[in-house]
């Protein structure tokens, strides 16, 4: 194989790594002779051959009996196998024990869900979650890359908060020294609007805490949100936006990470095919009626949930935005639609094959007496949010803007079915540990 000099490839070419490798046995196979030990360094795994002839009978036999995941320095000459991961292998000419390893418990066989989640710790090891965090990787290096190129401004954005940022109903919260209570971010939402009135254009990236009771595919506790908040821009330029950020990273991260993809036996071309298509703007009421007439029983002014979510993106063949909900079932920031007041000028980008909604987002109401007033409709106490209608009082201009959970859109990409392999440590309802 000719060595790629290509930096996205995702394995280096065999003459940029450097000898000795120092790594761990991710596996071993062969026979009496030959032994063709699988390690794993930088998160890639190298076929070491290990040859009786070469290395003598008692090296042969110490290689032979290594368990799984001892570490190991070794060294050798790279040759050329077709059959190798990357086309190459490191022929062994001597080795080091760095640390031993007995009884791990992830072995090839077969373990549930539970036994594996429970050892998250080593499962990370494993071939597939290799890939799945390199997903996550480049996707979150391809998301900072599009807002930097398009002249956002990063801030972050604080996690302890004093104000409730989405909804009463799903609030961690701790006590704060004389301050009262504390609360986990939500979203960084509220901050990145002030932001977005010094820097026009602002992005926050991080984790963000929901106490959901729900046991869902789709919900974690603590996830990670990428916001954007731009000023002077309204609805249907923030959905340009959107459109065109969640196409480009998307198919960056796939063109970075096709070896990984090829790991999942995760063929891109069917996502890659949705991103070809534009993403139509279906407003809540047409989705309601559409949803009456293949006989779903709703009624305007309730949500949509996800197996109705999936009909619709079923109906439209791709990826759609729904737009305009009803004003009581949204976040108390949305503006109110001037053409029909009962509705927000708010959407959310809805995922095809069942992911669901990956983007939530709205224009920002401009008016400080309109905030007010939903705010005391929430129950929220308006003087909590002082600094935060300010922005109303003091040059107040259009803004919008959009959040969109990164594990979902990780497990869109790796075509999983839950979201809990899409973050390294996975916080639920009913897990804390490890
Ligand atoms: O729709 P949400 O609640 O919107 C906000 O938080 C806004 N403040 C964002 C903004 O306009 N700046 O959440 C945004 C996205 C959802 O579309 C979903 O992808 C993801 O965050 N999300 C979750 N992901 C995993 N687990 C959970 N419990 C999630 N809750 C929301
Ligand atoms: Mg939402």
């Not at 983007?359 to 949010?385: A, M, N, W």
Request: aromatic residues 10%.
């Amino acid at each position: 194989m000719i060595p790629s000099l290509d930096p996205k490839e995702s394995q280096p070419s065999l003459t940029q790594v450097s000898l000795p490798l120092r790594g761990w046995v991710q596996g071993l196979r062969g026979n009496n002779h030959v032994q063709f030990l699988q390690l794993r360094t930088n998160g890639e795994i190298y076929q070491v051959v290990c040859e009786k002839e070469k290395l003598g009978e008692d090296l042969f036999k110490q290689i032979k009996s290594l368990p799984q995941e001892t570490s190991l320095v070794v060294t050798g000459n790279w040759q050329e196998n077709p059959k190798a991961p990357g086309g190459e292998e490191l022929l062994l000419s001597s080795f080091e024990i760095v640390g031993t390893s007995a009884d791990y418990p992830i072995t090839p066989k077969e373990h549930g869900p539970d036994f594996l989640h429970n050892h998250r710790h080593l499962w990370l090891r494993s071939k597939r979650q290799l890939a799945i965090q390199r997903v996550r990787s480049e996707l979150s290096f391809a998301i900072r890359e599009f807002f930097r190129n398009d002249g956002y401004t990063l801030i972050d954005t604080p996690i302890l908060t004093g104000s409730i940022g989405e909804s009463a109903g799903t609030l961690f919260s701790t006590e704060y020294f004389d301050l009262g209570q504390a609360y986990l971010a939500q979203t960084g939402q509220l901050y990145l609007e002030t932001a977005a009135f010094a820097h026009s254009k602002v992005y926050c990236f991080g984790p963000t805490f929901r106490a959901e009771k729900s046991k869902t595919k789709r919900h974690l506790t603590e996830f990670w949100m990428l916001e954007a908040e731009t000023a002077f821009l309204g609805q249907e330029g923030n959905l340009d936006l959107q459109e065109r950020f969640v196409k480009s990273v998307l198919k960056t991260t796939v063109e970075r990470t096709k070896e990984d993809l090829k790991t999942l036996d995760r063929d891109p071309s069917p996502l890659l095919q949705y991103l070809e298509k534009p993403f139509p703007r279906v407003d809540y009421g047409e989705a309601i009626r559409i949803l009456k007439e293949v006989g779903e029983v709703i009624e305007w002014g309730e949500d949509i949930n996800a197996e109705r979510e999936q009909i619709l993106t079923t109906h439209f063949g791709g990826a759609i935005f729904i737009q305009n909900f009803p004003r009581a079932i949204k976040a108390f920031y949305m503006k109110q639609n001037p053409n029909d007041p009962k509705t927000v000028l708010s959407a959310d980008l809805i995922a095809p094959d069942g992911i669901g909604e990956i983007i939530g987002g709205s224009e920002r109401e401009e008016s400080y007496d309109k905030i007010v007033e939903r705010l005391q409709e929430e129950g929220l106490p308006p003087e909590d949010y002082s600094w935060y209608l300010d922005l109303r009082k003091y040059g107040s201009v259009p803004h919008a803007g959009f959040g969109m959970g990164l594990e979902r859109v990780i497990a869109w990409v790796c075509g999983l079915p839950h979201i809990r392999e899409c973050i390294p440590f996975p916080r639920m309802i009913y897990r804390l540990a490890p």
